[in-house]
């Protein structure tokens, strides 16, 4: 019998949950960023996208 | 392996924002320049409304601003990079929290629950609008569209998850409460966009929008198949 030698590591519930925060955290900024922010540059240089995607504008 | 996974989502989310951006540039980009002409001519009277009326579509004279042409499509353009990555990695992060994979089989399901989320859900209550339309206050709309989308999830979760009467019939109510309580709705909708103009940017933005979220779904469950069996082991 052979034993399949796994290399594979596994994570924990708490450091999967912990990734998942971080994962959201990251991407709920970067869509602020894009999408909601009030800053006219940051409005103006994302008018477009912001229309499209149906982020609320203006 | 963590720092891994978040890369190959963001870079799943960029390569389905870029997709995005090639049809924003010949489908929804081009309403936008039209619309603009109305709203620009319409401009000089509604500075003589009061508040209200058309929502001056101001580009804060004294900011920068992309020129039309290659500035303009290139911000564009950068900026559907940046929002493609964002969803994906949100969309990572939920599948991390709840503890279920996305794979390549899947991937097109999760991409579908986003766009139901963040664009259907939302655009029931704040349709998507052209520049020169009238809208209600600002921050206002900015949140009813976040808890919109947050409720929309969270009740779709539900829906995949539970099986038990209760759960449903919450996930009912989390879905339908934001349309009971109400978008923040303009006082009037009058406007000098075009009807046909309007509609057809909305049937466009949403049908984009479904190219993106299908992307999305696709390209992530390709990109974090390797890590599922690390990652969704416990």
Redesign the interface.
């Known amino acids: 019998m052979t034993i399949v030698k796994s290399t594979t590591q596994t994570i924990s519930v708490s450091q999967r949950v912990t990734a998942g925060a971080i994962c959201l955290f990251l991407g709920a900024s970067l869509v602020f960023l894009v999408g909601m922010s009030h800053m006219g540059v940051v409005h103006n240089a994302a008018h477009d996208t912001r229309h499209s995607i149906g982020f609320p504008c203006h | 392996?963590?720092g891994r996974?978040?890369l190959a989502?963001l870079i799943a989310g960029m390569a389905a924002g870029f997709i995005y951006g090639g049809i924003?540039h010949v489908r929804?980009?081009p309403l936008?320049l039209a619309a603009e002409v109305f709203e620009n001519a319409a401009k000089p009277a509604a500075h003589e409304h009061a508040a209200g009326t058309p929502?001056?579509?101001e580009?804060?004279a004294?900011?920068?601003?992309?020129n039309d042409g290659w500035q303009?499509t290139f911000?564009?353009t950068?900026?559907?990079v940046?929002?493609g990555?964002?969803?994906?990695?949100?969309?990572?992060?939920?599948?991390?929290?709840?503890?279920l994979p996305i794979t390549p089989r899947n991937g097109l399901v999760w991409g579908m629950c986003g766009f139901l989320a963040v664009?259907v859900a939302?655009?029931a209550g704040?349709?998507?609008?052209?520049?020169g339309m009238p809208?209600g206050d600002?921050v206002s709309?900015?949140i009813?569209?976040v808890a919109t989308i947050i409720a929309t999830g969270a009740g779709i979760f539900l829906i995949a998850k539970r099986r038990e009467l209760p759960w449903l019939a919450a996930a009912v109510a989390l879905i339908a409460l934001p349309h009971i309580i109400g978008a923040p709705q303009p006082p009037t909708h009058e406007t000098a966009v075009p009807a046909g103009l309007a509609a057809s940017?909305a049937a466009n933005?949403i049908a984009?929008?479904a190219v993106l979220w299908s992307l999305i779904g696709l390209f992530l469950g390709l990109a974090t198949e390797r890590f599922s069996?690390?990652?969704?082991?416990?």
């Not at chain 2, 069996?229 to 416990?234: D, L, M, P, Q, V």
């Open positions: 392996m963590i996974l978040v989502a924003q929804t980009t936008i929502s001056q579509h580009h804060a004294e900011e920068w601003a992309p303009r911000s564009t950068l900026a559907s940046i929002t990555a964002a969803f994906a990695v949100m969309l990572a992060g939920v599948s991390l929290l709840t503890g664009t939302p655009g704040l349709a998507p609008e052209l520049p809208a600002l709309r900015q009813w569209w940017f933005t984009a929008s069996k690390e990652i969704y082991a416990t």
